[in-house]
Structure formats: C-alpha cells, structure tokens
C-alpha cells in the first residue's frame, strides 16, 4: 500500500522523513511528522505538506506562497524554491509532529513562532547559504592551485 492509498483510506499518517530538506524542524531517522488528507480546501502560507513530484517522488516542504491556480514551496533548509505546485499535487497537510517523545501540535504557539519565523527570514537565509556555498568553493579553489 502506497502513501497515497493509505490516507485515503485511513484519513491520517505518522511517518518518518527522509533528508535534510526540513531541518531543523524534522531531522532525518529521528523525528516523526503526522499529516491528514488534504481535502478541497486551500493551503496557507506556512503550512507543511507531502505532495508528489513526477514521477514517483513524495516530497514534504513548507508552502510560502499561495498563488491563485498553485503555490510556492521551499523546505526550510532548502535554497531553491519549486514553482507550480497544485492542489491536486498535494496529498497531506502536517497537523504535529513528535521530537524527542514529546508530541507537539502546528496549533502550538512555539510551533506557530517558528513558522513566522521560517517564513520571514527565508530570504536571508537562503543569501547566507548561497554566498557560503560561494566562499567554500572559492576557498577550495585557492587551496588547489596554491599546492
């Protein structure tokens, strides 16, 4: 049974990711995140969800912009935006998540600050990376020829 097949026969999920994509919020082989089936309401900004990318791959990223036929999605320790995601893309929404044994809500009020604070800061972030990204390989370059 795929994932697609089990929410929508069983309404919600509790599954672990896989990657880096949404760190720190969800660390790889650690955490666990909880999603129910997307029904025909619209996404916001903020919200966490599971869709599918062609061919066959799930993907959990935040939605950073809604947009009137689709949205803009990023993961939180992500620097490219994906484009065109629509809301027959997406399969589940995150309603909680469970770190360390302890089971937190996105109704939470420390959940509900990190998001603002993910989706206020997501250009400087992504500059930092970009430009640290940049001085690494400027530094590994200057190494290699100094030899």
Not at 55 to 69: A, M, T
Not at 100 to 126: D, V
Request: charged share 30%.
């Amino acid at each position: 049974m795929n994932i697609e097949q089990y929410l929508s026969e069983n309404g919600t999920l509790t599954y672990s990711n896989k990657g880096t994509s949404m760190m720190p919020l969800l660390r790889e082989g650690k955490d666990m995140f909880t999603l129910r089936r997307k029904g025909a309401e619209r996404c916001r900004a903020g919200d966490v969800v599971l869709y599918k990318r062609p061919p066959k791959d799930y993907v959990l990223h935040r939605v950073v912009e809604v947009r009137e036929n689709d949205y803009v999605i990023l993961g939180d320790n992500c620097v490219t935006y994906e484009y065109g995601i629509k809301d027959s893309d997406i399969l589940g929404v995150m309603t909680g998540f469970t770190r360390g044994g302890h089971e937190y809500s996105i109704e939470s009020r420390g959940y509900r600050l990190y998001t603002f604070i993910i989706l206020h800061t997501k250009g400087i972030r992504i500059f930092t990376r970009r430009a640290l990204s940049w001085a690494l390989r400027k530094l590994r370059y200057i190494f290699r020829t100094a030899r």
